[in-house]
Nanobody
Framework: QVQVVESGGGLVQAGGSLRLSCTAS????????MGWYRQAPGKQRELVAH???????????NYAESVKGRFTISRDSAKNTVYLQMNSLKPEDTAVYYC?????????WGQGTQVTVSS
């Protein structure tokens, strides 16, 4: 089993920045990708960004078009932690942000953290 815990959400004005953190624990040797998804009210959950090979070497990234150039995903393998640096935030970035850890066979989710961007 893998446990995933997020932190770092909050309220920020448009144009501001926030950094989200996600730490995985448990059977993390099986995890080959971690990422962030978000879900706004009335909308489906969507991928924001993910980074591969959190525990082992690697670290290729992928971003949603809507956040490219504004958000950066990074990892600290020693801490089993992934970060999402969010800059130039827009009201449309308002959502619950969920951390995801994936192995070949399983997917694990955190409880979510609210990000609210005021105009």
């Amino acid at each position: 089993q893998v446990q995933v815990v997020e932190s770092g959400g909050g309220l920020v004005q448009a144009g501001g920045s926030l950094r989200l953190s996600c730490t995985a624990s448990g059977s993390i040797s099986t995890i080959n990708r971690m990422g962030w998804y978000r879900q706004a009210p009335g909308k489906q959950r969507e991928l924001v960004a993910h980074i591969t090979s959190t525990v082992t070497s690697g670290g290729s990234t992928n971003y949603a078009e809507s956040v490219k150039g504004r958000f950066t995903i990074s990892r600290d393998s020693a801490k089993n932690t992934v970060y999402l640096q969010m800059n130039s935030l827009k009201p449309e970035d308002t959502a619950v942000y969920y951390c995801n850890a994936a192995s070949i066979l399983n997917t694990y989710w955190g409880q979510g953290t609210q990000v609210t961007v005021s105009s």
